[in-house]
């Protein structure tokens, strides 16, 4: 064994102690070279077996070509201490210079963050992945670093965004931390390169800040893990779950990247998991292994090995059988690698014991309960999105165990990637990736976790059809793949399937936008939907035609919003938007068909869209009646959390937050933005809203990090690091998990808020479009602002409005006439209508005198900078807040309406039937300072509806969000504080601080208005 080591004396040891000399030598035998920083790359070219970098963060800046092509040939490397790589040092006039912190060097080996995790009060302990288990360190561990990782390159599928890539590498933790059996902190890992750039070569990576060296015979065994070299084990049952009178075997696969040696397989019982109980995470203690059950010689090297092992008849059992699997040299006995794999017997009778998910018009319930979700999304951690095609159920058992005790009571998982290659031709579905799925299923039901299944993702797959939504070829296909599984589980309550995640209507060049295909079956179906409605001359007409043009697919062009129309007719973007939306709702409904053909009325079925539905992407307001409950991700817009919420809630359905989480986000500098500890609070900032607005819950994204992605931002997004360890973001999901767990019962007969605001879906699906940051602006007034619960309702929903007290519409400008025949429909029942900006018009831009029968009658012009705010009285709104101010674009895109005869005023109050309208001329919501004009006016309306419970203007704090669920005995008030100091909370009565980006759970009694619980995010739920 060949040992370089770089050594120069005063070379700046960084976030770690020294290791002496004499100790690396004593570790390392006479096989050792100590080189200077000008000898070292002479050295590296004879590719040694290892190189040690004894100076934790700090790293030789000149070698560094000569040091990464070493480890592109397959070199191991073994850092003492730090956060790897971090701080290039140059020799500059005979003295070590420190460079600045930073990530370019160690992201070249996909090594792309370094957080430092806690360390005070952890139990330090070898882990089970640990294949050398000297005695502990010594050393005090003062600080440490998990690693933020991406170990694939490209798409296996370049055209389906979900994919993932050949799994390059992978890494193991080998020292832990654990508290009360919780990973937090993994200060030594092992990173097992085995294709591509690398591929072959081990690193051993002491990421810590050590305050003593570590002993000799430590230091020792690490340097002989790395000299080793990569080596892949695998042992997968040939199927996940096999039934009764069939034979289990496992297909072994091993490859070393650089040793060659005849090895034996040892297959070893684990007592854990013989019976369909769940088991606690208490992984302090190793699981009970028994003596060999299967044995089998073969040889390893550079190239695969395969043999196969048969398992004895003891496996005739039914429940879940887990093996550890042992790589051993066959000469001395030495454990190169080993592995955990399993597989169920079926059992029946488990699928079908589990209670059911049931939804009323706002939550979910099982077992006679309310059943707030606090779920995760999971896909296991070894193979993550290939885990039905390389199955591993000893591993879900460990994690389901871990996510169990977390509070975790839903998971949703499914395909985002390579459905042909579990289905090639229609109705020819991989019977191991069902069995898989069999097997997923029966260790959710040993923890009593229901599941939320997700068929496709971003486009359905077309299988060999020109369209994936409209070609009979492509739904055919789609509805067969459906079938195989909802036929084979269709007695299992357990289920929640989840069509597809987060769709778009368009072509693969235009995803995530709502565009044209263009193929034959869409201009067939454009023109049928069409015909449907008007006559051609009617259509030319809307858009502005004349006789000469056809009514064919509208170009790209008439989708942007130009100051200037050449050649583009935009008013056929709206009519585009909606037909795409009525094939969506029409697909979902041919999809839910299949589920419905089983006769199981306890599958609920749902469409995972994402922020895209709040816009011109299928939006739950139009296929929600194909579906059992909506869903909304919450990912980017996290100043506009509660408006997701409340925007895609129906009024009949339960609204889950699906799919919510932390996209990963860098300076540029290549930092990170955010610490841990600031995902974090923004995290419970989400899970908290998800309950807001009568939203039934979250389902985080997801539990385990994938590094399997080509995306960066992917690999930074889970609960669990890639060495296992826990982020801080578990622990606001346990809490809020507990907080509802322990408070379900409480959440009975919620009430309906009395506000509302209109969507003017007609404006949002225009190329000119008002409405998105109109309705942002209303909600985040009414809410934070005035203290006023409000809920959404569609343009194209009238029904749902109810009979609320105040109704919004905000900014609508092209509205269709049949919405404002409704609106004065309440209006004249006794509610209050405030409708801003100028709305004179249908939705395609046709004068209508709809104000008229108030007495109000308005021309349009482009809004002024300064628009002042004044009722018909000529009094002001308030003393301080009377003018709206617009700039940039909005004055070309904005315009306003003028009221003949009305003296300068803005706004009017006009009685119609037993309620009231408030108009305002100036469509305030999309103003430079909206925040300061729409909040007053929106209070006078509240006041005007009768709404008692509103906010004093003198003492808005706009940051801080405080909302009341109200239900038959108990309320559930909800603070969040986005601002970046601590707040008083006014929930409760007594006085408590909410701090800095924090929030505040708390039920009150509805008669003694006592907190009868409280969740101090602090110290957790009181």
Request: net charge negative; aromatic share 10%.
């Amino acid at each position: 064994m060949r040992v370089v080591v770089l050594w120069e004396d005063g070379f700046p040891t960084l976030d770690c102690c020294e290791h002496p000399r004499e100790l690396i030598e004593q570790a390392c035998g006479k096989d050792v070279l100590f080189c200077s920083d000008d000898e070292l790359p002479a050295a590296l070219a004879q590719q040694p077996d290892v190189v040690i970098n004894p100076y934790g963060s700090a790293f030789s800046k000149a070698c560094w070509p000569q040091f990464s092509d070493y480890l592109k040939r397959g070199g191991s490397w073994l850092n003492l201490g730090g956060d790897p790589l971090s701080r290039p040092v140059r020799r500059e006039n005979g003295r070590w210079e420190v460079e600045c912190p930073q990530r370019a060097y160690a992201k070249e080996l996909r090594i792309n963050h370094a957080f430092e995790t806690e360390t005070q009060g952890l139990e330090w302990r070898w882990t089970e992945e640990a294949l050398r288990k000297p005695d502990l360190p010594a050393a005090e561990i003062r600080r440490c670093w998990s690693l933020q990782v991406r170990f694939c390159e490209d798409k296996e599928f370049p055209d389906e965004c979900g994919s993932t890539s050949v799994r390059l590498a992978q890494l193991r933790p080998l020292l832990e931390g654990c508290r009360d059996g919780r990973r937090i902190a993994a200060p030594i890992v092992c990173v097992d390169r085995f294709y591509g750039d690398f591929g072959g070569g081990r690193w051993l990576l002491v990421n810590a800040d050590l305050a003593n060296p570590l002993p000799a015979q430590t230091l020792s065994e690490l340097i002989k893990e790395a000299a080793q070299g990569s080596v892949e084990f695998s042992v997968r049952p040939s199927f996940a779950c096999y039934h009764s009178g069939e034979s289990p075997a496992f297909a072994v696969s091993a490859r070393a990247g650089r040793i060659s040696r005849s090895a034996s397989v040892r297959l070893q019982r684990i007592s854990r998991g013989l019976e369909s109980q769940p088991h606690r995470p208490g992984d302090v203690e190793p699981d009970s292994v028994e003596d060999p059950v299967a044995q089998q010689s073969m040889q390893i090297g550079g190239a695969h090995s395969f043999v196969r092992l048969s398992c004895p008849d003891e496996a005739a059992s039914p429940g879940l059988h887990c093996y550890r699997a042992e790589l051993l040299d066959k000469d001395t006995g030495e454990l190169l690698a080993q592995c955990e794999t399993g597989f169920w017997r079926y059992e029946a009778h488990l699928l079908r014991s589990n209670a059911p998910l049931t939804a009323d018009r706002d939550y979910f319930w099982r077992r006679g309960k309310p059943f707030p979700v606090t779920g995760t999304t999971y896909m296991s951690g070894d193979t993550h999105r290939k885990f039905l095609f390389e199955p591993n159920p000893a591993q879900w058992d460990h994690d389901f165990a871990r996510m169990k005790d977390a509070g975790v009571n839903v998971v949703r998982t499914g395909i985002w990637t390579a459905w042909s290659r579990i289905m090639l031709d229609p109705g020819a579905v991989d019977e191991g990736v069902l069995r898989a799925f069999a097997a997923f299923l029966l260790s959710a039901c040993k923890y009593d976790i229901p599941v939320i299944f997700t068929f496709f993702a971003f486009l359905p797959p077309a299988w060999g059809g020109e369209n994936p939504y409209l070609d009979p070829q492509s739904v055919a296909a789609q509805k067969a793949f459906v079938s195989a599984f909802v036929e084979r589980f269709k007695e299992c309550d357990i289920f929640l399937w989840d069509f597809i995640n987060e769709p778009s209507f368009s072509s693969k060049a235009n995803e995530w936008y709502t565009r044209p295909n263009y193929d034959r079956f869409e201009q067939e179906a454009w023109r049928r939907w069409l015909l449907e409605q008007a006559s051609e001359d009617e259509w030319r007409e809307r858009w502005r035609l004349t006789p000469n043009d056809g009514i064919a697919l509208p170009p790209p062009e008439d989708f942007q919003d130009k100051q200037i129309n050449q050649g583009a007719h935009p008013l056929r973007a709206m009519t585009y938007r909606l037909f795409a939306q009525e094939m969506f709702r029409r697909w979902a409904e041919d999809m839910a068909s299949v589920v419905r053909a089983t006769g199981n009325p306890a599958q609920l079925v749902t469409v995972g869209q994402d922020e895209g539905g709040t816009g011109e992407r299928p939006a739950p307001h139009f296929y929600g009646p194909a579906v059992d409950f909506t869903s909304n991700h919450s990912w980017w817009q996290n100043d506009d959390l509660l408006w997701d919420s409340v925007f895609t809630k129906l009024p009949d359905k339960p609204n889950l937050i699906e799919e919510t989480g932390i996209m990963f986000v860098e300076s540029p500098d290549g930092a990170a933005w955010r610490t841990p500890s600031e995902a974090r609070s923004l995290l419970e900032r989400k899970m908290a809203l998800s309950f807001a607005g009568g939203c039934a819950g979250f389902i985080q994204w997801l539990w385990n990090t994938n590094v399997y992605m080509d995306s960066d931002n992917e690999v930074g997004i889970g609960f669990l690091r890639a060495d296992g360890t826990e982020k801080p973001e578990l622990d606001a999901f346990r809490a809020i998990a507990e907080f509802f767990r322990s408070n379900a019962e409480k959440m009975t007969g919620r009430q309906r808020e009395e506000a509302v605001i209109v969507i003017p879906h007609s404006n949002l699906f225009s190329a000119r479009c008002l409405a998105d940051r109109a309705t942002r602006t209303a909600v985040r007034a009414l809410e934070y602002g005035a203290g006023i619960s409000t809920r959404c309702v569609s343009e194209y929903r009238m029904a749902d409005l109810g009979q609320p007290r105040l109704i919004v519409l905000p900014v609508a400008r092209n509205l269709r006439p049949d919405c404002w025949k409704a609106l004065l429909g309440k209006v004249e029942q006794g509610s209050t209508l405030l409708a801003t900006g100028f709305i004179d018009c249908d939705d395609y831009w046709r004068r209508v005198e709809r104000l008229d029968r108030l007495g109000i009658k308005t021309h349009s012009v482009p809004v002024h900078r300064c628009e002042d705010l004044r009722y018909d009285a000529g009094a002001p709104v308030e003393p301080t807040h009377t003018r709206a101010v617009f700039s940039g674009e909005a004055l070309q895109r904005v315009d306003r309406a003028v009221v003949c005869g009305s003296n300068d005023s803005s706004i009017f109050v006009v009685s119609h039937g037993k309620g009231k309208v408030i108009y305002c001329a100036v469509p305030l919501e999309v103003s430079s300072n909206a925040d300061e004009c729409v909040i007053p006016i929106y209070l006078r309306a509240a006041r005007e509806a009768g709404i008692s419970h509103c906010e004093d203007i003198s003492d808005m704090e706009t940051e801080v969000l405080r909302r009341r669920e109200v239900f038959k005995d108990y309320t559930l008030l909800i603070e969040v504080n986005e601002a970046s100091s601590k707040r008083q909370s006014r929930l409760m009565s007594e006085k408590r601080e909410v701090p800095a980006g924090r929030i505040a759970l708390a039920f009150v009694d509805n008669k003694s208005g006592e907190a009868v619980a409280r969740l101090d995010v602090c110290a957790g739920s009181v």
